[in-house]
Every structure is written in C-alpha cells, then in structure tokens.
C-alpha cells in the first residue's frame, strides 16, 4: 500500500462519521421527565448535599473513580517530537480508548498550551476533585521528570507518567524472565541503555531498584557515552554517567550482557552484537523500526533473546500491557498515588503470567499449538486476557500493603469476578480473529471484484496481511475501478472467467459430471461457469483458491447456490446455516439460523443446533445455547413451541455433551436472575446464553437486525456453516468493514479446515500402518 493511502486511511478513520475516535455516554436512564429530573434539578442536589458533608462519597455518587485524565502538552509526541497540543489530541483520544478497552476506564483527554512548569502544574493540581487518576503523556525531557515529581507530592490520586513508567515496567518483567532464561542474575549483568530520554531514565531506575548495579550500567545520548567529566552535565543524565574511558557504543556494548535501545533505528550493528557476551539480551525498542533488525540480531547472535516494540516479531514491550490495568488496580482502592511497591507488584504479575500455561485462545489467534515461556516469549501478548485479573489485583494489593489505598478489598476473588465482568470479549474476540488469519493468509477470491467496495477491502487485507485477494471480473473495468480510487492493488491477480476457456472448460465438465443426473447438461454447466460465482467456487473446489466471498450485490440465494452445488456439504453435516456473531458490549451472542433455512423441521432444528454448537467452539468459546420461542417451559401451547420443545429433549437425550435449554423467551435467556428466579431447574443457570436459536428464519433475521440497529451490535456476518470449503456470502451493500470482517472469518474458517484435513491425513496414516510383532 502506498504511503498516500496509508495516510488517507488513517486521515477517514479519525474524520468520517463522527470526528474523532470517543464520545461521552450516559449511564443512567435519560427517556423521562423524572429520570432528567433525579439527572438534574432537583434532585442532583441530595448527591451534593451528601458530597458536601463527606467528600469521599464523591466516589459513590459520580464517575471520579473511575474517570482518568490523560493530560500533555504535545511537547514530545510519540516519534513526531514537539508539534503542540492541538495536533497531540489524537494521540490522547488513542490512550482513552486504550484505557476503556483494555481496562474499562473512562477519559477526558486534556491538552494544555503551556510548556511553564509552574503553570502546567498549577492547572492539573486544580483538577483533582473532578478525577480519579492523572495519565502524562508526551511530555519532553526533563520537564516530565519535574511535572511528575511535584504533581505527585501535591496530589492525592494517582499520577503517573506512562512514557517514563510504562515502558519501565514492561521491559522491566522482560528483563527478569531473559535473564532467568539466559541464566544470569540482574545484579551482576552488564547494561549499556542507550538514550537518555524519559523512558530510559525511568527504565533504568526501575532496574535499580530491582537489583542492577548502578556500577555495571553505561547510559548513552546523541553525544556518545555519558560519562561523569563531561561538562554541563544535567542532573537526569549525571544519575547514571559512568566513570569509565568509553566513548562509543561500540566500546560500551563489548562484553556487556544486556542492551536496552530506546534511541534510533539501525545504530547497533551486527559487528557490535558479536562482541556482546555469552547469551545476550537486547531489548531494540525504538518505533517502528528498532536499533538493529530483528531479523539481522537473531541471525547474528543464535544464543540472543531478542525483543522489540514491535507486534510482528516475538516478545513486543508493548506499554498497554502495563498502564490500563495499573491504574485499573489504583483506582479500585483509590489509592492516594503508584508508588514503588505497586509499579514493582505489576512488573512481577506480569513477568510471572508469562511463566503460565498461555490460554488456547491466546494460541489460536497467534496462531501457535503450544505458545510457552522461553527465548521468544518472555512476556504476554498484548490480547491475553488474564492481564486485568493478574495486575491490577496485584497493583492493589500493593497499594494496600504499603498503606495508600483508602478502600481495603477483601474477597479478593470476588474482585477478579467485577474486573472479568467489566469487559465483554467483543472487540477482544475480533481482535483474535484477526490476529491468527494474520499467521497465514489464505488466497481469497472475490467474486465482485467490479465494485469499490470489494477492491478496497482488498487493498486493506492485502495491506494488512490478512489474506491474498483473487479478484474475478473485466480486467479494464477492475484497473479502472483502481485507479480512480487510487488504490494500491499492484500484483493482485484478476481474472475475468470470460477469458478463461480452457480452464472454464475444464471447470464445466467437473459440474457436468456432479450435477449431470440434477438436471445440468454439459451445455449448462458451460454457461454456469461464465457465472463469477460459479468459477469461484470451482476455483475454491480445485483448491486454486482456498475461500470464496460474494454477495454484495446480489441476493443470498444467488450467491449459495453455486456454491452448494460445486463444493457440497462438509462430511457428517445434514444440512448449510448461517449464523450472525453480534458483538454486544455484553460480549459476543452468535445467532442461529438467521439466512438459509426458513422454517427449519423438528430434525433440521436440531441438525442446525448441532452445527452452531460445533462452529461456535472454533472460537475457543464454550456454547451455552438458548432455543426461543414465545413461550417458556411449556407455557404457552403453539405449533412453535411444541417443535422447539421437542427439538429441546432430542438435544439432551442424543447430544447430552451439549449445553442447552429451551424453549424460552429471550429476556430469560439473556438475564440468569430472571431464569433462576423463575425456573431454578434451567440448565442455563448461572450465566446469559450466548447461542441463540430462534425457531425460523423470519424471527432470528428480525433480531438480528433490530439488536444491529437499536442495540448498537456489530454484526459480523453471515457465518456459511457446514460446506465443505470455505464460502461466505456478504449482506448487501455491507461496508468496507464488514467486508473485511468476513474476510477474517473465511481466512480462520479455510486455516481451520486445513488443519483439520491435516489431521484427517496423520489419523489415516496411522490407521493404515502396519502391526509391529513382537
């Protein structure tokens, strides 16, 4: 892609709908005149009267505990340096978003025209009855070190630093596991850091105090090493200058066990890394490209463990793993400040998850059978869910033990149950998804490649190196398409099937001969294949294409057929579904049957049921499936719920290994007090469904579609289930994203059926092997 594009992308991103990337929404009922009178006047008053008798309870009648401020100056923006505060406010609407994904945090975001640290200080000190917490960020050096230092003398909430901090402590836990690994002990290594930044200032006292020896550290800057005669030596840089006649990097990292980079791309060579010590550590953290290439480092140095800022090489020091659950933690005890003891509980909670068994999930979507702690995972993956429940109870109890906090958490497991709670898995479920089409993308035809919606969600799969786009259509249509777009599309392949009569020919006499006694005659088959969906799904059959994506622009009847007829039902499967994942902020809920079927029987309801139990466990997540109706348990009398009824007792009678219940109304399926409430002898008991069955087309389409517009869901769909080969079809007119999203889903479900058939071929080999005698 472009770097025209690339900016363009990134420019509609924050512009298009509403500008900018957060909003404020209400918690509270807002529909009536009493909800805006208890809202507002009057009867805001009684909270203010409460609040001004004890101002503690400004915690329990507003947002304050858990509404963080992330606050710069844009004097020193991610790589872009001092461009002020207006142009940093994107950044500080990233953290926000960071904060309430990762760690269910809500933000202002404040950008401050002021670079007088008097009046910096002055303006977030006056700050403090309205937040819980104080984020800096992007603040040059050495003014941050002052700001902090006297915003945290002043204040009474936590106040930290992210670019000093943040990076300390995650490349602090990886800087404990290396060493472990690399068997050598942190108060004896050798150090060369070089830069002489915020960050690397604050790495560098964090490793202190966790047993480095200032002695064995060389600190560098852009005028070589910091040494203890150079003149006019600032008082940061003066903490760590060295004693030593070395001038050079060159000089410093000879013999050394341990470089931390948080300075410029390339500066350590390949020469400099062969006379590091025995089994080194090199943390190249610069962004986007590190001090020495990861590639370049592993191959020079086999003994090395490397790391880097990025996210497409092993070991990324990525600082949200570290500040959305600190804070997490500071506010939920409403600590007075993140002192020592609670930065140091999060860098042993997040060196010590690493050491744990990594969830399936955390494998699937990187793409692993068996991801586990050593050379090239040292510290979690940013998308491992276990973070909040790991640092943040342990940041709490560090604020506990060392006296700041002023609320004392006692059921410590009943806190790990509100921290899984606050967060659904929607975005995370996605953001996995994606990341394991990511380990190896497919070859995905689209069979609408004449229509700019399709073409830019090539562009952006391709760029994003989610798949690899086939695009079916009129060559000069498609490059004209590209080109009045400005699209970056050079080295897709495009095929148009009218061009192709040979292979058409071929592709023909294939369906000729499956369909021959369905009523095809080989002229047929001929004119079939001029269709693009018919030649995709061929493409797809002969394994020239591993998934098809159609339906943009035609109805969904259209699009499976072909695909039915060509590629077939998948082995021991009765019957095709569709299913919707709507991601709610409640978490995913995956719809069923909500495109094909129209009045499924007794025996197709439960075939379908099977399938969607089947097909939601690909997504390493455990089916707790609901079957509605307008009646619960035999309450109302209907043809509807006597099938649903009845499909209920064939599941628990032949699929007993299945977790599902019905018949029953929606609102009982999605509210587990309700049921239990009512019907204690569910067993859905104990947590909402997240498959929902719904006894006919006409009603799972409705939901599906109000839950999409009234609700806010996301609807990621629909899921094709029970082919052979991958085909998914498009809603019409879907978006670029929904596209994209669809994409995703085909490259995991083709990655997934590959694997399977892998598997199929290893159990048959096996099988077929001759008996050893003994």
């Known amino acids: 892609m472009s770097k025209t594009n690339r900016k363009q992308d990134a420019l509609d991103y924050h512009s298009q709908g509403r500008p900018g990337k957060i909003q404020v929404v209400p918690t509270k009922p807002t529909n009536s005149q009493r909800d805006l009178s208890l809202a507002y006047s009057p009867g805001v008053a009684e909270p203010c ?10 915690y329990k009648y507003t947002a304050k505990g858990n509404l963080v401020a992330v606050i710069s100056n844009g004097s020193a923006v991610l790589g872009l340096g001092d461009i002020g505060p207006e142009a940093g406010k994107p950044v500080m609407e990233g953290k926000g978003l960071l904060f309430k994904i990762f760690a269910d945090i809500d933000v202002f975001d404040l950008e ?14 006056a700050l403090e009855p309205t937040f819980g917490g104080i984020n800096l960020e992007d603040i040059k050096a050495p003014e941050c070190f002052e700001i902090e230092q006297r915003l945290k003398e002043a204040m009474s909430i936590p106040v930290m630093h992210d670019d000093q901090h943040g990076t300390a402590i995650i490349s602090a836990a990886a800087l404990i596991n290396a060493c472990e690994i690399q068997k050598k002990k942190l108060e004896r290594v050798k150090i060369v850091v070089n830069g002489a930044g915020a960050a ?57 066990d341990v470089f931390i980079g948080l300075s410029s791309p390339d500066v350590l060579t390949a020469e400099m890394l062969r006379t590091m010590a025995k089994n080194p550590i ?23 463990i490397m790391a880097t800022g990025r996210s497409d090489y092993p070991n990324q020091v990525n600082n949200v793993l570290g500040f959305p659950y600190i804070f ?94 606050r967060l659904g898995m929607d975005d995370k479920l996605l953001r996995a998804v994606t990341n ?40 000069e249509k498609i490059k004209q398409i590209i080109a009045d777009h400005e699209l970056e599309l050079d080295g897709v392949e495009i095929i148009n099937p009218l061009e192709e009569k040979n292979v058409c020919a071929q592709y023909a006499e294939f369906l000729y001969k499956k ?9 047929e088959a001929k004119k079939l294949m001029r269709d693009r969906n018919y030649y995709g799904a061929t493409m797809v059959q002969f394994g020239q294409a591993d998934a098809l994506i159609s339906g943009l622009t035609k109805d969904y009847a259209t699009t499976i057929k072909p695909a039915l007829q060509v590629i077939g039902i998948e082995e021991g499967v009765n019957r095709v579904a569709g299913m919707y994942m709507m991601l709610t902020q409640k978490g995913p809920v995956f719809f069923g049957d909500t495109t094909v079927n129209e009045n499924p029987t007794l025996e197709e309801l439960v075939d379908i ?30 043809n509807v719920p006597e099938k649903v009824r009845q499909a209920v007792k064939i599941l628990h009678k032949n699929y007993p290994e299945i977790v599902v219940d019905g018949e029953m109304q929606a609102n009982f399926a999605m509210n587990p007090d309700l049921l239990k409430d009512n019907y204690p002898f569910s067993t859905l008991i104990g947590a909402p469904a997240n498959v929902l069955m719904f006894p006919n087309l006409e009603s799972g389409n409705i939901a599906y579609k109000l839950l999409q517009e009234l609700g806010g869901a996301e609807a990621v769909g629909p899921i094709l289930l029970g082919l052979k080969k991958p085909v998914h079809v498009l809603q019409l007119d879907s978006s670029v994203r929904e596209i994209v999203n669809m994409v995703t889903i085909a490259v995991v479900d083709a990655q997934t059926k590959e694997e399977q058939a892998a598997s199929s071929r290893k159990k048959g080999i096996f099988s077929r092997a001759p008996k050893t005698q003994n």
């Open 49 to 58: 009267l409460k609040i001004a008798d004890n101002k503690e309870d400004v």
């Open 112 to 125: 401050l025209d002021t670079k007088n640290i008097d009046e910096f200080v002055m303006i977030v000190k």
């Open 200 to 256: 690397a200032i604050s790495c560098t006292r964090l490793y202190v105090s966790l047993g480095a020896k200032r002695e064995n550290i060389v600190m560098l800057d852009r005028s070589g090493v910091i040494r203890t005669d150079r003149d006019n030596l600032e008082g940061t840089k003066a903490e760590f200058a060295t004693s030593r006649k070395i001038s050079t990097l060159a000089d410093a990292v000879k013999d050394s």
């Open 282 to 304: 090199v943390f190249a953290m610069a962004n986007p490209n590190p001090e020495i290439a990861y590639d370049l480092a592993c191959k020079t140095r086999k003994d090395i």
């Open 328 to 421: 997490r933690g500071a506010l939920d005890v409403r600590a007075t400040g993140i002192n020592e003891e609670m930065k140091k509980a999060a860098v042993f909670a997040i060196a010590d998850l690493a050491k744990r068994t990594v969830p399936e999930a955390v494998n699937l979507a990187y793409n692993s059978r068996n991801l586990k702690f050593g050379k090239d995972y040292i510290i979690p993956k940013p998308i491992d869910f276990r973070l909040i429940t790991s640092v943040s109870p342990a940041v709490a109890k560090a604020a506990i033990d060392s006296g700041v906090a002023r609320k004392i958490i006692t059921d410590w497991e009943a806190y790990n149950e509100e921290l899984k709670s």
């Open 436 to 475: 394991k089409a990511k380990t190896s993308p497919k070859r995905v035809v689209f069979a609408e490649a004449d229509n700019y919606k399709i073409l830019k969600s090539a562009q952006i799969v391709k760029d994003e190196g989610i798949a690899i786009p086939i695009l079916l259509g009129n060559k």
């Open 515 to 523: 369909r021959q006694r369905r009523g095809v005659t080989l002229y």
């Open 609 to 638: 049921t099977v399938l969607m139990d089947r097909s939601v466990k690909k997504f390493n997540i455990q089916p707790r499936i609901a079957m509605l109706a307008y009646s619960n348990f035999g309450s109302n009398d209907g």
